[in-house]
């Protein structure tokens, strides 16, 4: 039983101050004063990010972001694509519905729906629903494949080796981010920036989604073509063996969630991190499980910094980039 007294506890609550001008870093400053349960987390979520962005380009320092693909449906792709324009991350890990959502929206748009909507209606009309948000058909599979699959030609005609060897060894998905970067322009793009800084980007679940699909169709056409998942994670341990720091933001949970956590744990685990979730732990899973199991698996340090944020991330990230990308100019 943990033993307290009331000297341990001298930190008053203070009300908020609306009459004061001031910016979202003021008012993160306030929520840490303030109290307010989920607001004072916020507040620690920002403090453990910005000690981690401030390290980012000291040699040996590793700073992971993993996220879903849903939120590059939104809005909040603009977080990310700031994050990367900025190096405020030098390891990302995502899901195939990333790549599928950013090439799209690079080339078409998504548009503002509702939750209530008629699914049987949408469908009818080739109108997909992803939450609130309204894709037509031809604003993604359609223009992926229009897009994608001219790529992966181009790709693997630029893949000839020496006879004997294969081209494709050691081609994972860092290396498919980086190639599909190359040929997006649009600053608007998150790939864009992948590849203009060379930030290694993990998706571990790489068939599961519409560019894995184009993936398998160009198989169809090219039986030599592959990618080398191994490769990827070659990429992660040459990272994690020689980092001296590892510091981690993982917005939402499963695989890519998991990824970050599971190379950690072979150095001992991280120094520092930020988990934001919707999930309850009640059942068992990744994406609900708190920072503190991590501990038990040796995957976060006994004594990092860490905060569990539960909330919705297309609100809470927005709050987070206004500072923390403020305070970075």
Request: charged share 25%; proline share 3%.
């Amino acid at each position: 039983m943990a033993d307290y007294s009331r000297d341990d506890f001298d930190l008053p609550v203070e009300d908020y101050d609306f009459s004061a001008a001031g910016d979202v870093s003021s008012l993160i400053d306030q929520m840490g004063r303030a109290g307010g349960f989920t607001a004072t987390k916020l507040a620690r979520a920002r403090d453990i990010l910005r000690e981690a962005i401030d390290k980012v380009d000291q040699d040996g320092v590793l700073n992971w972001i993993s996220f879903p693909a849903c939120l590059c449906a939104t809005g909040t792709r603009g977080f990310f694509i700031e994050a990367l324009k900025r190096k405020a991350f030098n390891v990302v890990i995502t899901t195939c519905g990333t790549l599928d959502h950013d090439i799209a929206r690079t080339y078409r748009d998504y548009f503002h729906g509702d939750f209530d909507l008629d699914d049987v209606a949408l469908g009818e009309e080739g109108l997909n629903r992803l939450g609130n948000v309204v894709i037509p058909n031809d604003c993604y599979g359609e223009i992926l494949e229009q897009v994608v699959l001219p790529w992966l030609e181009e790709i693997e005609a630029g893949r000839s080796t020496a006879s004997g060897t294969n081209p494709w060894l050691g081609f994972g998905s860092v290396e498919l981010c980086w190639a599909m970067g190359d040929r997006i322009e649009d600053e608007s793009s998150l790939l864009h920036w992948i590849a203009k800084h060379r930030i290694p980007m993990v998706v571990p679940g790489l068939t599961d989604g519409s560019v894995g699909s184009q993936l398998f169709m160009h198989r169809q056409r090219n039986p030599n073509f592959m990618v080398d998942v191994l490769a990827d994670e070659q990429v992660l341990s040459d990272l994690t063996w020689t980092a001296k720091e590892s510091h981690g933001l993982m917005v939402g949970g499963g695989i890519s969630k998991h990824h970050v956590i599971w190379w950690n744990q072979f150095r001992g685990g991280m120094d520092s991190a930020v988990s934001i979730t919707t999930a309850a732990e009640h059942d068992g899973s990744l994406s609900g499980a708190r920072l503190r199991e991590a501990v038990s698996w040796g995957k976060i340090r006994p004594q990092a910094p860490q905060v569990v944020v539960e909330g919705e991330a297309s609100v809470l990230l927005p709050l987070l980039g206004a500072d923390l990308f403020n305070h970075a100019d």
